[in-house]
């Protein structure tokens, strides 16, 4: 059965975010409001294949139960590479296996990986096409193009001539970063092209999507799933079924789960944690106070501290 088939319109995922959706936080959202499917951050495939980088991957792969269904992210630009990856991940029990040609990251691109693969077509199709002989759904997350808008046609094309299981994308160019708004007025000619060339494959759209409700008449025009990514900032709730409001003491729980979890897996360094503290202390009296004796704090240790007298 092809994974991706399994799930209703309008299903919701955790978008991959470096730095971010490890696996302290993919559980923190899994206790709060979890979304159909989550995504590991995105790995390299030189590392996995390599015997220096293959313990760091293997890491990065790491999940527990409570996270499935997930998929790996993978990224590079040796298509024997990602089918050695792809295998290997399918070994491990994973259902899918998603491709990043989208990370504007100026250190990604310089190898030509992420969005970098927008500038090289026929190299894309290769990875796909390779990827695939592992015998999992392969998936593809990008954005419109690299430069400018109208190179989508194009390029979506490029992509669904590969029949990839699904396609994300990120309403915007590669060089319009997230600085302009996601360009939702494109939605209805993509789901054309899709249908045209690819209809089987599953189309997700993501890019400035705060909570589901925000993106169904896009469900009811033919898009079949929605990424949510910088949403989770404003409200770590935000795949609640029926949203509600929620009291400043599930907040601290929240965090308070998160500190545990950062400690459990021995995660380092301390002060990356620090950035997921505005999530959980805001929106109540004295929150910017207490954030910013957070902000001078040293360790789990004394952050525990401060949130325990609250
Ligand atoms: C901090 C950060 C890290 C990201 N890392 C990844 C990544 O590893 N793989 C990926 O495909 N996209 C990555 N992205 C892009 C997001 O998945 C998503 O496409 C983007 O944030 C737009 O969606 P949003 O407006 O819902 O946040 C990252 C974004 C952010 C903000």
Redesign the pocket.
Known sequence: MNFWKQFRPGFTIL??????TDIAFRQVIAKAARPDIFYT??TNVNSYTSEKGRHNALERFKIEEEERPIIP?IWGTRPNMFLETAQALKQMGFPAVDI?M??PDRHVVATGGGSGLIRTPELAKEIIHTTKLAGVPVSI?TRLGYTHVDEWRDWLATILQESPAALTV?LRTKKEM?KVP?HYELIPDIIKLKQQISPETVLII????EKPSDAQEYIRMGVDGI?????VFHNPFCFEKSPRSHSREELIDLMSYHLDLYEKYGLSPYDPLKHFYKIYINNFPGASEIRERLMQTKSILEARAIINQL
Not at 15 to 20: D, F, K, L, Q, T
Not at 227 to 231: S, V, W
């Open positions: 978008a991959p975010m470096e730095g971010v951050e995105f992210q990043n989208g990370c997350k990120h997230s996601a993501n890019g400035d999507i990424m949510i990514g910088r949403g």
